[in-house]
């Protein structure tokens, strides 16, 4: 197994492990979370699972939904829908709930912090889509409409859903809306595993060396989608 390999398959757990532990921070702030989160927690007050369980049942929801779009599901994505409900009610017994406000903001934007580092990860690893960014791209695809309508299409409606079940709304919220987008440009070029060959160094004609150009990766749905969807939306989660 080559090196290159084992750094995917290792930021790709850790990334989901660090996201799903991110979620649960910004859960235990409890000023809004993003908007599956929240369609998530909205559903949990109805129905006898935890957040976690219901991560994994919406994913899995979510992943049926590609059937008919004719979407094709990587590994990171059949990881993403397994791993990261675990993950989430992980965090939610490592990290107790806080009741002083003053308390509970530094513990959210810990979790705004920790979750762009996580996206970082596991997008920057190239395994495939998550289930929600499959099933954004699906439809961009059969509408024919821009990504930033259908995301935001998207989120705006599991979040009004999420909202009248009784999820957490609030300055979180907005907070994520705003900044999630910027930080994940950040790490997102900076975390992803390079394509074969495309680290290494060209002659230039002088017979010194230079660094290759810089150019996107191979696939469109894991990383300029993802740049794309959560710049202009402000919103998501793969």
């Avoid at 599956?36 to 929801?61: C, D, K, M, N, Y």
Wanted: hydrophobic share 50%.
């Amino acid at each position: 197994m080559s090196r290159i390999l084992v750094r995917r398959i290792a930021q790709l757990l850790i990334g989901l492990l660090l996201y799903g532990v991110a979620i649960a921070l910004m859960l235990r702030g409890a000023i809004g979370v993003e908007p599956w989160t929240v369609f998530s927690q909205g559903v949990a007050h109805h129905v006898p699972l935890s957040i976690g369980a219901l991560t994994v049942v919406i994913g899995a929801l979510v992943l049926l939904a590609w059937i008919p779009l004719r979407q094709r599901p990587g590994v990171g994505t059949i990881a993403n829908v397994l791993l990261l409900g675990p993950a989430i009610d992980l965090g939610l017994l490592l990290v107790p709930p806080v009741e002083p406000l003053l308390a509970r903001v530094p513990i959210f934007a810990a979790g705004l912090a920790l979750l762009a580092i996580a996206s970082g990860l596991y997008i920057g690893a190239r395994f495939g889509p998550g289930p929600r960014d499959g099933l954004m791209t699906g439809l961009v695809a059969r509408t024919g409409r821009p990504i930033w309508m259908i995301r935001t299409g998207l989120e705006v409606t599991v979040l009004a859903i999420g909202w009248i079940l009784g999820g957490t709304v609030g300055l979180g919220t907005v907070a994520f809306a705003v900044l999630i987008g910027p930080l994940c440009n950040l790490t997102i070029p900076l975390l992803r595993v390079p394509e074969p060959g495309e680290s290494r160094q060209r002659r230039g004609s002088d017979g010194g060396t230079r660094p290759p150009q810089a150019r996107m990766p191979a696939e469109p749905s894991t990383f300029s989608t993802a740049i794309s969807s959560t710049t202009r939306s402000g919103f998501g989660r793969g």
